[in-house]
């Protein structure tokens, strides 16, 4: 670990405090020049760092830029690797590539300001521009089989739901299978990829893609996610007083928690807000309308066609149905 990353993970786990340079330098084994040379480095980086003669450095109570040495604070496990990007096509796709090439353990996680290449279910291009939400894949390594792969993905909903009820105080909804909702709006979404062991069909390993809106910029939002999308508050001064370090870590701690259970939470099943109500539901590009009955045990959705006949989903994209008036 560098001198400034060293320091860096100092004032996050002091943030506030004034601390000298004499200080640091005695506790880091190196000479104050390097910790003047590291504290003006992080501030080139956009750290508010207060800095004056005879009183020694504080990192800010309101900075809040993502770090990988903030965030590993916040972590339970801290034996997996945190890589934090300004920008990258898909943090998906590097989280998969950390866990084939470098097999990097459970819990470890990528986060990014932006994504250039969100990706969402079947493909689907994912909005994340930069600052105003957080995009991030945690990997995961269970014991199962590919059919387990739809647990993880209610486990993440959960975890969500935890952490941003915890750290933000707001109670979001879970629409099935993959979404949360708040205020009617989708303000996040999660994609499971799991890589397979072609002749047993065990899981490898698992990548858990959550995008979480803060806000929104509705200048620059695409028209067709106008209505759609929202954020968890109104707008960014609002959304800066989030510690989203905190809240990335209380994230994946969550999430570690929930995937260790390996069965559907109560929590997942009580804010699904689909089942109880006669849905859409698209498949091959067709519209079919039927009456969402309940949540599995294994997290398929039981529903009750026209006809009667119930069957269970285990994926699809379904909707509700708009009351006719």
């Given at each position: 670990?560098?001198?400034?990353?060293?320091?860096?993970?100092?004032?996050?786990?002091?943030?506030?405090?004034?601390?000298?340079?004499?200080?640091?330098?005695?506790?880091?084994?190196c000479?104050?020049?390097?910790?003047?040379?590291?504290?003006?480095?992080?501030?080139?980086?956009?750290?508010?760092?207060?800095?004056?003669?005879?009183?020694?450095?504080?990192?800010?109570?309101?900075?809040?830029?993502?770090?990988?040495?903030?965030?590993?604070?916040?972590?339970?496990?801290?034996?997996?690797?945190?890589?934090?990007?300004?920008?990258?096509?898909?943090?998906?796709?590097?989280?998969?590539?950390?866990?084939?090439?470098?097999?990097?353990?459970?819990?470890?996680?990528?986060?990014?300001?932006?994504?250039?290449?969100?990706?969402g279910r079947?493909?689907?291009?994912?909005?994340?521009?930069?600052?105003?939400g957080?995009?991030?894949?945690?990997?995961?390594?269970?014991?199962?089989?590919?059919?387990?792969?739809?647990?993880?993905?209610?486990?993440?909903?959960?975890?969500?739901?935890?952490?941003?009820?915890?750290?933000?105080?707001?109670?979001?909804?879970?629409?099935?299978?993959?979404?949360?909702?708040?205020?009617?709006?989708?303000?996040?979404?999660?994609?499971?990829?799991?890589?397979?062991?072609?002749?047993?069909?065990?899981?490898e390993?698992?990548?858990?893609?959550?995008?979480?809106?803060?806000?929104?910029?509705?200048?620059?939002?695409?028209k067709?996610?106008?209505?759609?999308?929202?954020?968890?508050?109104?707008?960014?001064?609002?959304?800066?007083?989030?510690?989203?370090?905190?809240?990335?870590?209380e994230?994946?701690?969550?999430l570690?928690e929930?995937?260790?259970?390996?069965?559907?939470?109560?929590?997942?099943?009580?804010?699904?807000?689909?089942p109880?109500?006669?849905?859409l539901?698209?498949?091959?590009?067709?519209?079919?309308?039927?009456?969402?009955?309940?949540?599995?045990?294994?997290?398929?959705?039981?529903?009750?066609?026209?006809?009667?006949?119930?069957?269970?989903?285990?994926?699809?994209?379904?909707?509700?149905?708009?009351?006719?008036?």
């Open positions: 670990m560098t001198v400034k990353s060293r320091i860096l993970e100092i004032l996050e786990r002091k943030k506030g405090q004034v601390l000298s340079g004499e200080a640091l330098a005695e506790e880091l084994g000479t104050r020049a390097a910790v003047w040379k590291a504290v003006k480095s992080l501030r080139e980086e956009g750290y508010s760092i207060e800095a004056g003669s005879n009183r020694g450095y504080t990192l800010c109570p309101g900075s809040n830029l993502l770090s990988q040495e903030a965030i590993r604070l916040h972590l339970k496990n801290k034996t997996g690797s945190v890589r934090v990007c300004r920008e990258v096509s898909s943090t998906n796709q590097e989280a998969k590539r950390a866990a084939l090439e470098e097999n990097a353990p459970a819990g470890s996680l990528v986060v990014a300001n932006s994504q250039s290449a969100g990706r079947r493909g689907r291009y994912f909005y994340s521009p930069e600052k105003s957080l995009y991030m894949s945690v990997i995961l390594r269970p014991e199962g089989k590919l059919s387990d792969s739809l647990v993880l993905t209610t486990s993440a909903a959960v975890a969500v739901y935890r952490a941003v009820e915890k750290i933000c105080g707001i109670s979001l909804e879970i629409k099935w299978v993959n979404d949360l909702y708040f205020q009617g709006k989708k303000v996040c979404g999660i994609l499971t990829e799991a890589v397979t062991d072609f002749e047993s069909g065990d899981i390993f698992a990548v858990v893609g959550i995008g979480l809106n803060l806000y929104v910029e509705k200048e620059t939002l695409p067709e996610l106008l209505g759609i999308v929202g954020g968890l508050y109104s707008g960014k001064e609002e959304a800066g007083k989030v510690d989203k370090n905190l809240l990335i870590g994230i994946v701690n969550c570690m929930e995937a260790e259970r390996n069965e559907i939470s109560e929590i997942y099943i009580e804010r699904n807000f689909i109880g109500n006669k849905i539901i698209c498949e091959e590009n067709k519209i079919r309308e039927a009456y969402a009955e309940k949540i599995c045990s294994d997290g398929r959705l039981l529903i009750r066609e026209k006809n009667g006949e119930k069957r269970a989903l285990s994926y699809g994209e379904v909707s509700l149905k708009m009351q006719e008036k």
